[in-house]
């Protein structure tokens, strides 16, 4: 089955400072890469996506880049603020009907 | 739309108990999955579904059983509650019929098994 590997397992950051999170994946055939938030005792959300026919999307501060030839994709955040600290997830998508393998999370953590 | 509900919110159960654990969403989601949360492990899937009267085991079915007799619903069931099974628990259900979409979970449920 699909391994997805995610590092770090904890990241802290100067609130204004950028982060970076990134995971590797096994599966050449997988086509969607989601990244996920999740807030303490609350649900995980997305946050954005992108899929194999394309090498990066932004949306305000947050992006994603993929690079399916070394199986690798990231998360970069920018200008981070207070509320950017909480768990993020990113996961990977075959196009099967087994829906999405889940990397194992960052702990994202803005310092003041 | 009150989007992906679970129940109940927490709960507690004895070691070989049974329990049921509920999901509803009003998407009309083809859709649906079940995941389990456990610290430094990820959301793992359990069980899934991509429409009423077909469901298939995912990364972990060992120990549950799921059945999907409406588009809106899908219940988990715990046939004999083990310690291994405390856990978080997400419903979640996604508009893509493949899983490859976004997936809108629900608040959780919380299990603890003594």
């Known amino acids: 089955g699909e391994n997805v590997e995610q590092h770090p397992s904890t990241l802290s950051v100067q609130e204004g400072d950028s982060a970076v999170i990134k995971c590797t994946y096994s599966?050449?055939?997988?086509?969607?890469f989601p990244w996920y938030k999740q807030e303490l005792g609350k649900r995980p959300q997305l946050i954005i996506d992108?899929?194999?026919?394309?090498g990066e999307k932004k949306d305000q501060r947050i992006a994603v880049t993929l690079n399916k030839t070394a199986k690798h994709f990231s998360l970069h955040i920018t200008e981070t603020q207070p509320e950017d600290s909480a768990v993020y997830f990113c996961?990977?998508?075959?196009?099967?009907?087994?829906?999405?393998?889940f990397g194992k999370g960052t702990h994202l953590i803005i310092q003041p | 739309n009150a989007g992906v509900t679970q129940t109940p919110k927490f709960q507690v159960l004895k070691t070989g108990q049974s329990m049921t654990l509920q999901c509803a969403q009003d998407?009309?989601?083809?859709?649906m999955s079940w995941y389990r949360q456990d610290p430094g492990m990820g959301l793992r899937l359990i069980h899934y579904?991509?429409?009423?009267?077909?469901?298939d085991q995912g990364e972990v079915p060992n120990g549950y059983n799921v059945s999907r007799s409406t588009t809106e619903d899908f219940p988990l069931r715990l046939l004999s509650a083990a310690p291994s099974q405390t856990s978080v628990y997400f419903c979640?259900?996604?508009?893509?019929?493949?899983?490859?979409?976004?997936?809108?979970f629900g608040p959780g449920t919380r299990l603890t098994v003594t």
């Open positions: 979640a259900s996604s508009y893509s019929r493949q899983g490859s979409g976004e997936q809108y």
């Open positions: 599966d050449s055939a997988s086509n969607y």
């Open positions: 992108i899929r194999s026919n394309v």
């Open positions: 996961a990977v998508g075959r196009g099967g009907a087994d829906g999405l393998t």
């Open positions: 998407m009309n989601h083809e859709y």
């Open positions: 579904s991509v429409g009423a009267g077909i469901t």
